[in-house]
């Protein structure tokens, strides 16, 4: 008898029960499900930073266009194309680079007191102003021109520029301030799955003289 109820013990305690076993799922499944939320996360900041990295580039090549001509050049504009204008089906963008005094020429400004690198930037609420903005395509890697070869949606850059003079005692009327801002145009631009690829406009400032 002692032998039989020894035996009877072993095979109750042998397995999980249902309970234990629901219990296990369910832990096995907030794990995967945290698991999951952070490789979402970890796309769409990598997607972010990716955005911002070409902003940034974008920017800086408008900039660059700009400051490369001095105040006393004759010509005051030049011209960049993107994706869309090679080859040109349509015109490249205009890039004016013509100055006034306060409140300056170019994209509307917005105050926005408190920032640590100025009070001013480039307000993407107002309307566009001509010569001093542009919708800049960069096409997928292996694009063209929206052709069948092209491979995954282009992205599409608000970047607008300001340029104001700036009162110099020494060499009044030959310095001026640049303001060039770029904005990924999201889900506007890019369809809607970009929308969580949402990022904020990339500003740049610079001084150019004669």
């Avoid at 004759?74 to 680079?97: E, F, G, K, V, Y």
């Avoid at 999201?186 to 904020?200: D, H, L, P, R, Y």
Wanted: positive net charge; glycine residues 10%.
């Amino acid at each position: 008898m002692s032998r039989l109820s020894q035996r009877r013990r072993r095979t109750a305690s042998k397995g999980f029960s249902l309970i234990e076993l629901l219990i296990a799922m369910l832990v096995l499944t907030v794990g995967l499900l945290g698991g999951m939320i952070v490789i979402v996360t970890a796309i769409a900041s990598n997607a972010r930073s990716r955005l911002d990295t070409t902003g940034v580039a974008l920017a800086q090549s408008t900039m660059d266009r700009i400051i490369v001509l001095s105040i006393s050049a004759a010509t005051q504009s030049t011209s960049m194309s993107d994706c869309t204008t090679n080859p040109p089906t349509t015109l490249p963008h205009t890039i004016s680079t013509v100055a006034s005094d306060a409140p300056g020429s170019g994209a509307p400004l917005t105050d926005m007191a408190g920032l640590p690198d100025g009070n001013q930037m480039i307000d993407f609420s107002q309307d566009p102003v001509a010569g001093y903005s542009m919708n800049y395509v960069l096409c997928a890697t292996g694009g063209d021109n929206g052709a069948a070869t092209t491979k995954g949606p282009p992205q599409i850059y608000d970047v607008r520029w300001h340029i104001t003079n700036i009162a110099n005692s020494s060499a009044p009327g030959n310095t001026q301030l640049v303001l060039v801002a770029a904005k990924n145009l999201g889900e506007a631009g890019n369809g809607v799955t970009q929308s969580k690829f949402f990022t904020i406009p990339i500003t740049l400032r610079a001084v150019r003289g004669n």
